[in-house]
């Protein structure tokens, strides 16, 4: 109630002391326009009704025309003229005739077009006021105008006004105001500026909350918020000093009037609105939401109909405008007693009402102004409601966002406990997931590598590798968890050294070449021979090309995936994984699929190594491009790669050295190791194996590996090879060792970056015995040598002692077999079975030089020298009926072979084969190289066998006839891992095959070397 006292008080102020126009003269002769400034033009003016009349009207005192007195400011409206027409209004304005000023006359509102005369001359208009509807145009632009004080003193105005437009009153509706020129530009432009500031605030904070709203907070009460501020902003834009309709004063006038009408008329219902967003309004929803509805339907009516129809009912929407916001704030101040304050708290309440009742007073002390020119503190109390209401507004969005942000805070710390909490949970998780992890990894491996073949073993072992690659998977984002949690926590450590890119790509192509195979996918290497060595961690660049290449690789089949890697400068170096096309289109991007997690710890990690890892990919399907910018080794003032290779080299000398190696021999027990790794890696090998009092023997390609495995004598004992050699070689290396020497002959302990099940699975399968983990330690090497060497030992000593089980059941089944023969011919032909005496003689003398150094081998010339001396027995015994034709080649006469390998075959082939056939058969034995193995080959012509007699010999079914093969079956899987491959037929015969490592070779003095 205060506040509309204040009002009225300002409205029953006394109006200002300019004098007043009476009879239509104005006397300013005693007005000082330096001391006391601009006074309105108001009193009463001479007044023409319906007619347009011209200065030259009055210029003679017997024409001039009759008219009335009309008080300014006000509406024509009276009994001689209704609100539409025409009319002129006169006033005769005295001043001094010695006043020497540029003088100005502001105009705002003449409703609706308008000419302005000074002293007879045309100085303004808006519009274009005409007595008939057809040439009138309705106007009504604020604007100025200037002239200089007449000499006489005497001033005329004359202004011609029409109204066509607003049924509720024609003509001057507010005052003119009447000063000097700087004066009257002055307050216009305070009133202006300050009217522009008002807007651009409004319009700022409007914009800020649709926004708000739109992007980031779905809360309608932004929305709300928003368009009011911008829609109260638009009002006072168009509705105060007009500055708008000034500068643009031929803009279309439905348009601009029509917008500042429904500027003015949606206030309420947008109040309404964000009133009920905030503050459930109950049983007062019903009438507000009424009158809300009223507006918006009149609203629709300003849009849709012409001005001259909806304005009609402008001035009673106007005029409730007011009563509207005061039920409203009536409504909240009983709230607020209530102490129902919905959405806000006490002091927002508060603030909300104050801001309702600017509002409230706006509209208000916006007409006691208009009615009143000269009242200059209801003008400056217009400004200072708008200011108040904006303060208030922001006042309540900074208080909710202050407690918001205090909420937030409360909230981010037990978002950070629970945080934490997860961490905890998740990292606790993972260690835990790692064990059955590993367990379905190992459990569907034996599964797969089960020989047992079923109805279903294909579609089965489809699963199963399934089942593998899903379990490699997780195990892979298990350990992404893990690092999340480290870099969440800064614990992760990143080491930088010289990487070999060659041997990181090769190595995963190695771990990943199964999942690449079963997809028909190429791996496929193009790296710039100046863009290998880069500076970053080892184990980590691991584990970012694993995830890269995992997820290029989940959905592309039958393609081709492309590895590059080329400088960028001198300090960087680019390599992109690509695959060029087969990608099957996915309906997530790349980092929100399974490993995007994956991705992102990558990309983290390549930040913390100085890099950057992009990505993209093409929604149709052609493919994936990763890209990862490294740092480039820098090799000023560092030892090139061939320096320290010659380093390692002078190192491995003077390990030999006899003061070195004198007390020290015994406990490597002069033991031969062979070291394939990189030059950092391979000083600290060298020092440790050296004075552990191991031979120790280097090479630095795969090459130079199988040429000191072949050619050494003795071999190695054992095998380090680091599987990131330089070339990436190593696990072709180890592939091509194993099919020459099983695990046992010669031992091979890897050297590995990283033991996720993937790449210990790619080290195991492709013929290491054990691994170490880099970074090395000296203790795990030392206990890892013994443990494998002893093992070696081991074995090979069962080995030998099952080998002498196994010949010393084979002898006695032999020299049977031989005396049953000679015997027989003893009594038909002397010499000769005195022949086959020497011949049996020569075999045992051989056999027991054996028994004296058991295990050892026998050259291939020796076991065909028992071949041969069976063979002449045997003929002996079946005449014609038995032939044996030999084809060897003379070069594998110095392979060095079990004894008694392939004499059993030749017998078996004889006595089951070509003897139980009538007409006898031939035996063919063919020796000759395939690739780096012997291949050898019993073949005869006799009676065959059929498939399941076939089957039961390779499973030894088969005790009475079948414990040759048997024997010579286990021996040949023991030297070279391939077991002996037969294929027969019923009256066709058999054929035995089966391959022995070549490279065991007889030196110059009778030793062998393999």
Partial sequence: MAAFLVIMALTMLPRSNAPQAVNGVLDLQGWNFSQQGNLPLDGEWEFYPNRLLEPADFASAKTEPEGRLQHVPGVWNASDMEAIGVGTYRLTVLLRPDL???????????????????????????????????????????????FEAPADGKLEIVIQAANFEYHQGGGMYTSLTFGKIGDIVRDRQAQISLEWAGVIVLFIFGIFFIVLFGFFNRNKGFLFFGIFFAIFGTMIFLNGQRAFLEMVPNAPFQLLWKLKDVSLMITFPITILYTNSLLKMGRWKLPF???????????????????????????????????????????????????????????????????????????????????????????????????????????????????????????????????????????????????????????????????????????????????????????NMVHDIIDLAQLKDERLVISKERVDLQACLSNLFSVYGFLASEKGVRLEADLAPDATMAWADERRLLQVLSNVLELSLRHTEHSCLL????????????????????????????????????????SELVRLMGGRLEWKEDPIGEGSFFEIALPAHKTANEPTYAEELLSVEALIASSSDEGVRGDQGRRGEDQKILIMAAPANLEL??????????????????????????????????????????????????????????????????????????????????????????????????????????MKRLAKEAAESEMAFLQSQIKPHFLYNALGTIMSLCYTDGPRAGELLAVLSRYLRIIFHQDQRRGER??????????????????????????????IDETLLSVRVMPLTIQPLVENAIRHGVAKKVDGGTVKLTIERSGDRVRIEVEDNGIGMTADEVEKLLNGEEPDDGVGFRNIKRRVLHLSGQPPEVKSAPNVGTKVTLWLPASATIDQHGRGTG
């Fill in 289 to 475: 939401y009424s009158i809300s509805i009223l507006y918006m339907i009149y609203t629709i009516a300003i849009v849709l109909l012409p001005y001259s129809v909806y304005s009609q009912l402008f001035e009673v929407f106007v005029s409730l405008l007011p009563i509207c916001f005061i039920l409203l704030f009536v409504m909240l101040l009983r709230r607020y007693r209530q102490q129902d304050y919905g959405h806000f708290d006490v002091r927002e309440m508060q603030l909300f009402i104050t801001a309702i009742l600017c509002i409230v007073l706006f509209p208000i002390n916006t007409l006691a102004s208009v009615s009143d020119t000269s009242n200059i503190l209801s003008k400056a109390l217009t400004d200072g409601i708008v200011l108040l209401f904006i303060v208030l507004a922001l006042m309540i969005v900074a208080r909710r966002y202050l407690k918001l942000y205090s909420s937030m805070e409360s909230l981010t710390s037990q978002l950070k406990r629970s945080d934490e909490l997860k961490d905890e949970f998740l990292l606790q998780t993972s260690h835990e997931l790692n064990t059955p992890l590993n367990g379905i990894i190992n459990l569907s491996q034996s599964v797969l590598d089960d020989p047992a073949r079923t109805p279903n073993a294909k579609r089965t072992r489809e699963k199963l590798l399934l089942i593998r690659n899903m379990a490699f998977r997780m195990s």
């Fill in 685 to 790: 090998l060298v020092n440790l194996l050296a004075i552990e009092g191991y031979r120790v023997e280097t090479a630095h390609s795969a090459s130079e590996a199988l040429a000191a495995i072949r050619e050494s004598s003795p071999p190695p004992d054992l095998l380090l090879l680091d599987v990131m050699m330089r070339d990436g070689e190593s696990y072709e290396l180890s592939r091509s060792i194993r099919r020459t020497h099983s695990p046992i002959d010669l031992p091979i302990l890897s050297l590995i970056a990283r033991n996720t099940p993937a790449d210990i699975e790619a080290v195991l399968s492709a013929g290491g015995n054990d691994y170490i983990v880099k970074p090395l330690d000296a203790g795990e090497i030392r206990v890892r040598i013994r443990t494998l060497l002893a």
């Fill in 100 to 146: 020497n000023e540029e003088l100005a006359i502001q105009k705002q509102v003449i409703r609706f077009s308008d000419r302005f005369y000074v002293n007879g001359r045309l100085l303004g208009q808006s519009g274009i006021p005409a007595e008939s509807r057809k040439d009138y145009k309705p106007g009504n632009s604020p604007y100025t105008i200037y």
């Fill in 563 to 602: 590895a590059r890697a080329r400088r960028n400068g001198e300090h960087e170096i680019v390599l992109t994984v690509e695959s060029a096309s087969g990608r099957r289109p996915s309906e997530q991007p790349l980092e929100l699929e399974g490993i995007g997690i994956g991705l992102s710890i990558a």
């Fill in 858 to 887: 026998v050259s291939l010339s020796q076991e065909i020298e028992l071949v041969k001396a069976y063979a002449d027995i045997e003929k002996a015994r079946f005449g014609s009926r038995l032939e044996l034709e030999i084809r």
